[in-house]
């Protein structure tokens, strides 16, 4: 049953709410609106030896190339090869990338270049079969992870147009996927009293109002209020990498500038965010570590925002050509 939530213009008491269940699962992935089998394809058989052990010869005490120091990788992806499911037709083509807690990584690249794919690979989607390469999150093998597993482990990813589900609400939706993410934690599951007085705060940091957690998912919102939607669910469950693929499509300047503070706000030096974008705007207000340059399903090049400002003057075939 929905909620009903009175919006004021100051913080409002805790409203009563009228009898209902709200069960908690620990199978919801979020934001993975799979319509297919969500099993996760892969034709790669792993390595016998401890994944961790694969990369201890690619560690080296710098980090000007993004790819890796003395510090503990939040996520590691090596040698990553996949093809589109149906067709098995190659889209990454050996990926490599490294990222550390506390880093802002963004990808950039032409239209076809695999930069969506390798997002879509890393949260589990079963459009695509991994062929080869190994991707170690938290230390631990996540080809072998359902996507719902890649969730509540704590990995988020921001679609380009995220979808409607109709006859579902943002409040029940978002309680029963942050008590799931607290159930994988050990940690006790919040009341709907409890849960409001949680979420309520976070409401201000993507600009939107008290009457959004009574509407359905996404249905009959604006392109800005689903993005605002998007950055909302991050950070609801405090996710610790999150895949922002194309977040700034579609936003008019105001609404850029929302999530971009929002994204910001989430920042702290335990979580990393991975930005997939076409445009300089985006980097301007959200500032990576790292800026990949991605062509033919590899990234093959990695470097400061510097590199951005060579792409906005004379564009992606100095890249290629360099």
């Not at 990553?80 to 050996?94: C, N």
């Not at 080869?132 to 996507?147: C, I, Q, R, S, T």
């Not at 009293?193 to 939107?208: G, H, S």
């Not at 693929?245 to 503070?261: C, F």
Request: with cysteine; charged share 20%.
């Amino acid at each position: 049953m929905a909620w009903q939530i009175q919006c004021t213009a100051s913080p409002p008491p805790l409203p009563s709410f009228p009898p209902f269940t709200l069960k908690s699962t620990s199978s919801i992935s979020l934001p993975l609106p799979l319509t297919r089998s969500s099993r996760y394809r892969s034709t790669h058989a792993p390595s016998p030896r401890p994944i961790a052990a694969s990369f201890s010869a690619v560690e080296s005490t710098t980090s000007t190339d993004g790819l890796g120091d003395s510090k503990t990788p939040l996520l590691e992806v090596r040698g990553l090869t996949a093809v589109i499911t149906e067709t098995k037709q190659e889209i990454l083509k050996g990926v490599d990338l490294v990222v550390h807690h506390g880093e802002i990584h963004a990808i950039m690249g032409k239209n076809g270049s695999g930069k969506s794919t390798f997002s879509k690979v890393l949260v589990g989607h079963p459009d695509y079969e991994v062929t080869g390469g190994d991707v170690v999150f938290k230390g631990e093998n996540m080809l072998d992870m359902e996507p719902e597993e890649r969730s509540l482990a704590g990995l988020f990813m921001s679609f380009q147009s995220p979808v409607e589900i109709p006859g579902v609400n943002n409040i029940d939706f978002l309680h029963m996927a942050y008590n799931a993410r607290r159930k994988k934690l050990g940690e006790p599951e919040l009341g709907p009293l409890e849960f409001y007085a949680y979420i309520y705060p976070k409401l201000d940091l993507v600009n939107m109002k008290t009457d959004f957690l009574n509407r359905n998912v996404n249905e009959g919102f604006s392109g800005g209020e689903r993005k605002r939607n998007e950055i909302l669910q991050l950070a609801v469950l405090g996710a610790d990498l999150a895949i922002l693929d194309e977040i700034d499509s579609g936003l008019d300047v105001d609404a850029l500038r929302d999530v971009a503070k929002a994204v910001n706000g989430l920042l702290t030096p335990t979580n990393s965010v991975l930005m997939i974008t076409h445009y300089r705007r985006l980097l301007e207000v959200i500032k990576p570590t790292f800026i990949h340059i991605m062509e033919n399903g590899r990234i093959i090049k990695t470097g400061d925002s510097s590199l951005a400002e060579v792409l906005e003057e004379k564009g992606y075939n100095a890249i290629s050509a360099a």
